[in-house]
């Protein structure tokens, strides 16, 4: 990514694309269309990201058409450069993807119970989720939800779906 590309540059923009693996070749393609083409995972397992996507959607409906697992992968990818609002919020972009894994992993196992989705999603906001091991669920859904909203209404398309004007101060150059 270049050095010059920030996070708000980045969200303010209309379709991120970043270089992904799609059947043995690497091509520009935003998130979504990376999900679309079934991109091949390079830092998580299709595993792993198809368990936190399935999260995410419950968390940001829209998100996993959107392409959190491939967005999620990217900025994985992406190291220093990467734009997951975790880097902002403490996690220390050498244990983004340490994170992100404990985050399958719980889910997981979590998940593997006869518990309801919800149910887990619940246990997890008020941390009383039998078994988590790692930083407190409820800040794992927090940060993984605030990535889920990114990807799916940080773009003035996202805002148009939600009937809410986009008013940058300064356009975006290009699309995200």
């Not at 403490?90 to 518990?115: M, W």
Request: glycine letters at 6%; hydrophobic letters at 45%; charged letters at 20%.
């Amino acid at each position: 990514m270049p050095h010059d590309l920030t996070r708000r540059r980045l969200l303010g923009s209309s379709v991120f694309t970043a270089s992904f693996l799609v059947l043995g070749d690497r091509v520009m393609l935003s998130a979504a269309e990376a999900v679309e083409l079934d991109f091949t995972p390079e830092v998580l397992t299709r595993d792993q990201l198809n368990i936190i996507a399935t999260v995410a959607e419950q968390l940001v409906p829209g998100s996993a058409n959107a392409g959190i697992a491939a967005y999620l992968d990217a900025q994985l990818r992406a190291g220093n450069d990467s734009l997951l609002i975790g880097k902002y919020l403490g996690v220390d972009v050498s244990a983004q993807i340490d994170f992100y894994e404990s985050l399958a992993r719980n889910l997981q196992k979590a998940l593997q119970t006869e518990q309801a989705i919800s149910e887990v999603l619940s246990a997890m906001w008020s941390d009383t989720q039998a078994g988590w091991q790692g930083p407190p669920a409820s800040y794992m859904l927090f940060v993984l939800r605030a990535d889920a909203l990114d990807v799916t209404y940080g773009t003035p398309e996202g805002f148009e779906a939600l009937d809410i004007p986009y008013m940058a101060h300064i356009m975006p150059e290009t699309p995200w």
